[in-house]
């Protein structure tokens, strides 16, 4: 009797061959469904990228893009190129239901803790980005970075998920002053205003929680999308009436954009003057000490590192393509598009490109070969003509989604074993500091310097992997840097 596969002929039966749509149980319609799914759960990012290293700016004082004024079309139009490339790379090459755009995380990272500190420009920023990935790249085609996954406890790789989704919930309540500066020296913060929510932009943003998380829990699927766009018309008709303006002029106003039409660029021609804004020497040069250049850069690796791994183990166990040892199929194919993922995101000025968890989406819609992927990164090429939009949507009627996606960072957690306080304490470190701490790295540290004390001090040094004695050995130089550098008079 003919296989599926063998039934078909021409195109179709290479294609089907080629990404083993009959072999793994699957059909062109299904994967097809699949990946629209998985680019409407995840298209979000092509607006809350903008968003989040779109008004920051860097120690000369321009933003993201080279300009003194914000510009969110710009960023949005890289941003779905490069996703869209990328995820189509995935698909073609490595023949995995795995999408990538934007890292977020990573990206506040670099908005927050590179350029908005002050110690580097936009381009040394990026920069740094793709040194970082020629460095991951050369891990995986030396089949190190497997070597690295093993050495990190499980317990403390699903805490750096979960702190990362606190500190992107963290900046979502900042910025939309749910959680805000009391102006008192009695309290670092309060909730709303005096504990109220008064102003337009803060219950849109409370509202868009509520409607995020009612549309997840029915499944909807592209709920977090909706939510955006739902949450974009609700602004643009309170606008209309109240009239709340800028938070520049008015202290309820709308903290970044106003949603309004006037003075917008209807034209939908991609802007991509952002491709190529990138020195990646230029920190080396121009920026901080050089030990403090590597220490990021490092801090960049780290971050970066550990979240594919987990993102592609758990998309390949929804979709039953692990092996008996939890390692997805094609896994060092996946890892190399991932790698080339961070040097092109820098090298695009959009900040490192990795997978999507949200790809689990489209594999609960039937997608289980790369085909699924081709077809979401289709999308992103679409929405690059698209990019315009961006400028329209306000902060708090995107920034609930943050809140959301940190409450799916958060799964993880549940496989810590609390009860072991030799893991529990640099876990709960971990992701405390992240968003205490306003910083990814200082979380991650603080996790592993604990992590190896704690072992040494149970009697369990030799359990430690050589390689996160070597981490830790870092973050503690890292933290001591300002010190280190006083004394030696850097």
């Not at 008004?55 to 321009?62: L, R, S, T, Y």
């Not at 670099?110 to 990935?133: D, H, T």
Request: hydrophobic content about 55%.
């Amino acid at each position: 009797m003919a296989t599926a596969s063998e039934e078909k002929t021409g195109f179709a039966a290479k294609l089907d061959t080629y990404f083993s749509i009959s072999a793994r149980g699957s059909s062109f319609g299904q994967e097809v469904r699949g990946g629209l799914t998985t680019f409407f759960t995840m298209a979000y990012i092509v607006v809350l990228n903008p968003l989040i290293l779109g008004f920051v700016p860097d120690k000369a004082g321009n933003y993201l893009g080279g300009g003194t004024e914000p510009n969110l079309g710009m960023i949005a139009a890289a941003t779905a190129l490069i996703a869209g490339v990328l995820t189509v790379s995935m698909g073609a090459y490595a023949r995995f239901p795995l999408a990538l755009a934007t890292g977020l995380g990573l990206n506040a990272f670099v908005a927050y803790g590179l350029v908005g500190s002050g110690a580097l420009s936009w381009p040394e920023a990026m920069g740094l980005i793709v040194l970082e990935g020629v460095l991951v790249l050369i891990l995986v085609l030396t089949r190190l970075r497997l070597s690295f996954l093993v050495a990190v406890p499980m317990a403390l790789k699903k805490a750096i998920a979960a702190g990362i989704g606190l500190f992107l919930a963290f900046i979502a309540f900042w910025d939309s002053r749910l959680v805000n500066d009391p102006g008192s020296d009695s309290v670092p913060s309060q909730f709303g205003e005096g504990g109220a929510i008064n102003t337009w932009p803060t219950l849109l943003f409370v509202v868009g929680i509520v409607v995020g998380g009612i549309l997840l829990m029915r499944k909807v699927k592209g709920a977090l999308l909706i939510s955006i766009v739902g949450m974009t018309v609700i602004a643009f008709i309170i606008e209309a009436i109240a009239k709340v303006g800028s938070a520049a002029d008015n202290p309820s106003g709308w903290a970044l954009v106003v949603p309004t039409f006037k003075d917008q660029d209807w034209s939908f021609s991609p802007d991509l003057g952002l491709l190529g804004q990138v020195s990646v020497f230029g920190a080396f040069t121009s920026g901080p000490a050089v030990i403090t250049v590597l220490l990021l850069i490092f801090s960049l690796f780290v971050v970066d590192f550990f979240d594919t791994m987990g993102t592609m183990t758990a998309v390949g166990e929804e979709a039953h393509l692990n092996d008996e040892e939890g390692v997805p199929a094609n896994s060092q194919q996946i890892l190399i598009v991932d790698s080339i993922g961070a040097i092109v995101g820098g090298a695009g000025a959009v900040s490192s490109n990795t997978a999507y968890i949200e790809s689990a989406s489209g594999v609960g819609d039937g997608a289980r070969t790369g085909l699924a992927s081709v077809v979401t990164g289709l999308g992103f090429l679409v929405a690059v003509f698209l990019s315009p939009l961006a400028n329209l949507v306000p902060f708090e009627a995107a920034t609930p989604v943050l809140v959301l996606v940190g409450l799916m960072m958060l799964a993880g957690v549940v496989d810590i074993d609390w009860k072991d306080y030799g893991i529990a304490i640099p876990a709960f470190l971990t992701m405390i500091v992240m968003p205490f701490g306003f910083s990814i790295a200082a979380g991650i540290g603080m996790g592993f310097i604990a992590y190896v004390i704690l072992q040494a001090a149970k009697g369990n040094a030799k359990g430690v992997k050589p390689l996160m004695w070597i981490a830790a050995g870092a973050f503690a130089v890292y933290f001591a840097l300002p010190a280190l550098q006083t004394a030696l008079g850097l």
